[in-house]
């Protein structure tokens, strides 16, 4: 997915987000599972819609503009 389309779409399947954040599928699945059960402190931002995961646009757009510190770093999270 280029810039544009991600920019043309409101809403991203959690396969769609890995592509972008160059993470596996599982990663991006793990990620969005961390998300739910920490009550969104932490993981991939997403969005249950039915039996469907999420991910929006603006949530993605704003992890990848936070600055590294205020995410923490991977040992944090538990993520190699």
Do not use: F, H, K
């Not at 920019?7 to 959690?14: C, F, G, K, S, Y």
């Not at 890995?18 to 993981?43: D, F, K, P, Q, V």
């Not at 969005?47 to 469907?52: D, E, K």
Request: hydrophobic share 40%; glycine share 8%; proline share 4%.
């Amino acid at each position: 997915m280029t810039s544009t389309e991600l920019n043309d779409t409101e809403v991203l399947t959690v396969e769609e987000a890995a592509g972008i954040l160059r993470i596996s599928r599982n990663a991006a699945y793990a990620l969005a599972r961390e998300w739910r059960a920490t009550g969104g402190r932490s993981g991939l931002p997403c969005i249950v819609l039915g039996r469907c995961l999420r991910v929006p646009r603006a949530a993605l757009l704003q992890l990848l503009n936070e600055p590294t510190d205020a995410r923490g770093d991977a040992s944090d999270r538990g993520v190699a």
